[in-house]
């Protein structure tokens, strides 16, 4: 008697488990497929794989305030939090998929890694383990104010107009971010921004970057599936012929016109052993000890805010850029996203990477196609396969992937229309929010902006009953968050 199960069996078994995954995951019923979704996931990995390079260098780089380095050497580990960052960023990914069911990719927050390691670290007495503590305590009182409902509350009293402005003000600053991390536009120093190097675009790297850039534009013009994929792998398909043939090197202060951040090259050592020695190096109540209970609370909220409304402003950039909603007009799972967004923080404290939060860059695979948390799950393998292929993500020069964040960055400007720029209550703060985002590069800035415009236009109307309650508490927390440095400074935490 033949046991064997017969190729329709087998054809039935797959049909059933890709029912399963469409079904879990709505991929049908958010109007993509599975070739969209392992796109859309490809793509948010290749636009934001930067971080295992970049996240690095500023965490690891960097001797907290008794000489040592992250992971209690004298020495930098940058391996060790390049595989941390690789393997924290991978699982967080895939459980943000997996219980969000949101094309939201997690990682470390490059913002609250600065914040740590040059405000927090250098204080007398704090240790990376200190700091990381911090980030643990931090993660589970935003987890508390998820399941308690306050974070979904806050999130549902923002007037549309306003959530619309916060995906508009992204928009802008994450075109910023793209032409900047690419050299496009460069900080002069006294003189602000400049366009190139000292005002002139030239360079090998920048052309890569046009290239990239304006090959998007004809193929997303001409519907093109793909086109962000696409551009990605044909601009570092360029970088890499052209390193291999003219040897440009890295950008220094006597080759300006190098490449930023990453050399394209395929010259290197591709399966390293991880070294994961970081994990659990966190000292939850260090703090105290270090600096005091007042200082380290002060610091605890400092960074509780602010993660806070980055992953309000990132959730509703990307669901915008990807019409993602339930019948209501709300995110869908809204909750879940949330809850493991505060897993993420308390993950990136666990596993000594900083703050982890959801990615705007994720709105690159929302452009492609991702509309699901099955994205997720790709781009999260992805990260979990550079901790022993490295120079994977390393192959990738930030002019390459950078282009993508400019058309991302269009393509939520366009959302621009639905605020009713005649009604100036809301225009002005609407307006506040926008602006402010890329002239602070903050998004929590920006949404800080715009909720205290927003509360002080209506209270000096007199209009106080059209102000949700927590809009004025929301309003007060961001008044205190933008004086909390001059009040550390009163009490001598920095």
């Known amino acids: 008697m033949n046991t064997q199960p017969s190729a329709s ?5 797959e049909t059933k488990t890709l029912g399963v995954l469409d079904r879990y995951f709505h991929i049908s019923d958010r109007g993509s497929t599975y ?24 965490i690891g780089a960097s001797a907290d305030s008794t000489g040592n380095f992250l992971g209690g050497g004298s020495e930098p580990n940058l391996p060790a939090v390049a595989a941390a960052t690789s393997l924290i960023s991978g699982v967080l990914t895939i459980l943000m998929g997996v219980i969000g069911k949101f094309p939201m990719a997690v990682s470390s927050s490059l913002g609250l890694s600065a914040f740590i390691t040059y405000g927090i670290v250098v204080l007398p007495g704090m240790t990376w383990a200190d ?38 003000g992204i928009g802008l600053f994450i075109a910023l971010i793209g032409m900047m991390n690419a050299g496009f536009i460069q900080n002069s120093g006294g003189a602000g921004l400049e366009l190139g190097v000292g005002g002139f675009v030239f360079g090998w790297p920048l052309l890569i970057f046009l290239v990239a850039l304006f090959a998007l534009f004809v193929m997303w013009s001409a519907n093109v599936r793909g086109a962000i994929l696409y551009s990605i792998v044909g601009a570092t398909a360029l970088a890499i012929t052209i390193e291999s043939i003219l040897r440009v090197g890295p950008s220094s202060e006597e080759q300006p016109y190098g490449w930023d951040l990453t050399v394209p090259t ?63 007009g709300e995110i869908p799972y809204s909750r879940r996203i949330m809850v493991a967004d505060a897993v993420g923080t308390i993950g990136g404290g666990v596993g000594s990477t900083s703050v982890n939060s959801g990615f705007i860059e994720s709105t690159v695979g929302v452009g492609d196609g991702a509309r699901t ?3 997720n799950v790709v781009t999260g393998v992805l990260f979990l ?46 307006f506040m929010t926008v602006v402010i ?58």
């Open 266 to 328: 395929l010259d290197q050592d591709w399966f390293t052993l991880p070294d994961l020695s970081l994990l659990g190096e966190f000292n939850l109540l260090g703090s105290w000890e270090s600096i005091g209970l007042v200082a380290a609370t002060l610091l605890v909220f400092t960074l509780l805010l602010a993660n806070f409304f980055d992953l309000l402003g990132t959730m509703v950039g990307v669901s915008n850029a990807g019409g993602i909603k339930d019948e209501q």
């Open 437 to 494: 985002m890329p002239f602070s590069y903050s998004i929590t800035n920006g949404i800080g902006a715009g909720f205290i415009t927003y509360v002080l236009i209506k209270v000096l109307r007199g209009k106080f009953r059209q102000v949700h309650p927590l809009m004025y508490v929301t309003a007060a927390l961001f008044m205190l968050y933008f004086v909390s440095g001059p009040i550390q400074d009163a009490l001598g935490v920095s």
């Open 131 to 168: 700091a990381m503590g911090l980030v643990v305590i931090e993660g589970v009182l935003l987890l508390i104010l998820v399941l308690t409902g306050f974070r979904s509350a806050i999130f549902n009293a923002v007037p549309s107009p306003l959530k619309t402005a916060i995906s508009v």
């Open 385 to 430: 396969a550079t901790i022993v292929l490295a120079p994977l993500a390393a192959v990738i020069p930030t002019e390459a992937a950078s282009a993508t964040l400019v058309l991302v960055g269009f393509l939520m400007m366009q959302q621009i229309v639905r605020i009713d720029w005649k009604d100036v209550e809301i225009a002005i703060p609407a």
């Open 373 to 375: 948390g099955l994205a």
């Open 35 to 58: 070739g969209r979704e392992i796109r859309g996931g490809l793509a948010t990995f290749l636009a934001m794989s930067y971080i295992i390079v970049l996240n690095p260098l500023i």
């Open 9 to 13: 069996d087998a054809r039935s078994s």
